[in-house]
């Protein structure tokens, strides 16, 4: 396109250069005629002059014997005006034959003038003189017949040089009128050719531009486009082919980061850095949506500050402030779930720039789960320590004391007591128990026997423990006390299913349950025990008493061994309960209200791993 572009300003240049050039020759000559004409004119009022001085001088000679005659000095003056306007028609250039004419010309007016000269210097011979006179009429007349005939030559040779300029002279107004014309036509179309191809071209990659410019990386140009553009054609269409190859390994890349994002474990927060907005959630992943119970959605219109406990919120400012200074956060802090459930949570945030704008990112863990093991490792570690203390204890208290209660009852049977002395050592003997059997539960709990399950009626263990407790309750132990009246209600669902479970253990961990409701519920309250199926293939057990409650304190730590808020009490019934839940794989739970009563919910599973099966 270039070469052609260049080529055709050539040719453009080329044409105005000879037409230019024409047209100045052709003016240069019409110029070069009209010169030549108005030399031909020049000389036609030469001649004229010429003819007229002649006359003058014929005139001076016919006035000589008149009272009119010239002076002297007047003739004079009037032979010089003609030797000078003879002399005048060999000042212009002529051609031989004209040249020889006015040669022939100038001889014939010197012979004039001194012909006439002598008729003024002869004034005494008056027969000599007219004769003279006559001579010199008779050159006057033949000199004018030579200038008549000189005029007739040049009119003759100027005619046709005149016609001749005029038609060179509109020759060159028509070739001028049709370059002037022509010119600007031929540019014109020149032009438009050259627009024409340069514009539909441009048109082509103007358009492919605009479909790269919507999305359509895989666009290329298909046309055969000319000369250079086809060249730029082909550069767009690989330029079309490396930006698609470009954009789809960004594409990539921004989906294995999304893919980290959204499959990460943590909850991942991108939020504001600077300004009044500082602290509000711009971005967040699944993560954190499932562990705050909101949407991802509703995150990202909330700031951190919104999910903090108050006093995680106060101090929200300041952390930020220490990121944007460059240091980086470790801390463990409490966020609130959408339903006001608070959980702690482990955070490390740093600063994070994009685009000159600073932001924060923080990854969030909920160690709810790690409080929970490490709860339960220390409890582990408690229950070490009890085993080995019950160890110790069983080695060095149980046979010691067997000795102490033996002899005792022996000092009771053989020895003469009064009736007080008789209660003391009764009284004794029954402490001596007590610790026996304080002893006995420290090792159940320490040493726990590993379940033998089997498949058993859940409604009928309960049952069973019912009847024991109903017994128990008419006991004189427990007739004579303020739980007197005490209710026993059944809520036992028919359709529960058989479990695998020990069934000891079980009837254990139900007699246990149902004493401390005992225990907790005065006269003429109710103990309810209520089972159905669960989730998963679970069954839930409840036993539930309209006790005096518990406290938020003595909830928390109602697992853990020793701790007891009765009197005489050994701390270890709910744990030992719990262990054994436990190695049920199964969970237990206590709902309490204070002055309202106390609800223990325990889920087992129905059916038992097969490694737990084995003895």
Not at 568 to 578: C, D, F, P, Q, Y
């Amino acid at each position: 396109m270039r070469i052609k572009a260049i080529l055709g300003f050539i040719l453009l240049v080329f044409f105005f250069g000879v037409g230019g050039v024409y047209i100045a020759v052709t003016n240069a000559r019409v110029v070069d005629n009209l010169e030549k004409v108005l030399a031909l004119h020049q000389m036609d009022f030469l001649r004229d002059n010429l003819r007229n001085k002649v006359k003058i001088i014929q005139s001076d000679l016919y006035l000589t014997t008149s009272q009119h005659r010239t002076s002297i000095g007047d003739f004079v003056e009037n032979g010089e005006a003609l030797h000078l306007a003879g002399e005048g028609c060999f000042n212009c250039h002529h051609a031989e034959p004209t040249r020889q004419r006015l040669t022939r010309l100038r001889q014939g007016i010197e012979a004039y003038l001194k012909k006439a000269s002598r008729v003024y210097t002869l004034r005494a011979n008056h027969e000599r003189r007219a004769r003279e006179e006559k001579n010199a009429s008779a050159s006057g007349v033949h000199l004018l017949e030579e200038i008549d005939g000189l005029v007739l030559f040049s009119s003759d040779k100027m005619s046709p040089k005149i016609a001749k300029t005029r038609e060179d002279v509109a020759r060159a107004k028509n070739i001028l009128l049709g370059v002037v014309t022509l010119a600007p036509v031929i540019f014109l179309v020149f032009t438009f050719l050259f627009v024409k191809r340069f514009s539909s071209a441009l048109s082509v990659l103007i358009g492919a531009t605009e479909k790269i410019k919507a999305g359509e990386l895989t666009h290329t140009i298909d046309a055969r486009l000319p000369d250079e553009f086809n060249t730029l054609a082909t550069a767009f269409n690989e330029m079309a082919v490396s930006l698609k190859k470009q954009c789809e390994a960004v594409i990539a890349e921004q989906n294995r980061y999304k893919v980290l994002f959204e499959s990460a474990d943590d909850a991942i927060f991108i939020m504001e850095g600077e300004g009044e907005a500082a602290g509000r959630i711009i971005a967040a992943n699944q993560a954190a949506a499932t562990m705050h119970g909101y949407t991802v959605d509703e995150l990202c219109s909330l700031s951190i500050q919104d999910i903090d406990t108050l006093e995680s919120a106060a101090q929200a400012p300041a952390r930020i402030r220490d990121i944007l200074a460059g240091g980086r956060l470790e801390a463990l802090v409490e966020h609130r779930k959408k339903d006001g459930t608070v959980f702690p949570v482990e955070v490390r945030a740093g600063l994070l720039e994009i685009e000159g704008r600073k932001y924060i990112l923080a990854f969030d863990r909920d160690v709810t789960a790690r409080n929970q093991t490490e709860a339960a490792l220390q409890r582990s570690r408690q229950l070490a320590m009890v085993g080995q203390m019950a160890a110790g204890l069983a080695h060095e208290i149980k046979n010691p004391l067997a000795g102490i209660k033996v002899s005792m009852e022996v000092l009771l049977d053989e020895l003469p007591l009064s009736p007080e002395d008789k209660a003391i050592f009764t009284r004794t003997i029954g402490e001596v128990q007590r610790i026996e059997s304080l002893l006995k539960n420290l090792l159940n709990y320490a040493r726990a026997p590993r379940p033998v399950f089997s498949r058993i009626d859940l409604n009928q263990q309960l049952e069973n423990a019912l009847r024991n407790t109903a017994l128990l309750l008419n006991s004189p132990e427990y007739a004579a006390t303020s739980r007197k009246g005490l209710q026993l209600a059944r809520n036992l669902d028919p359709a529960l299913p058989m479990i695998l479970a020990d069934p000891g253990q079980m009837q254990q961990v139900i007699l246990n349950l149902l004493l401390n409701a005992m225990e907790a519920t005065p006269a003429g309250g109710t103990i309810t025990v209520s089972t159905k199926p669960g989730r998963g293939g679970t069954v839930e057990l409840v036993i539930g008493d309209t006790g005096k409650g518990m406290s938020e304190e003595a909830r928390a730590k109602a697992f853990q061994p020793f701790y007891t808020t009765k009197p005489k009490g050994s701390g270890l019934g709910l744990a030992i309960t719990r262990r054994l839940v436990e190695q049920h794989h199964g969970e237990i739970e206590i709902a309490s209200v204070a002055g309202q009563g106390t609800a223990v919910t325990i889920t087992l599973p129905v059916e038992q791993k097969i490694e737990d099966e084995s003895p």
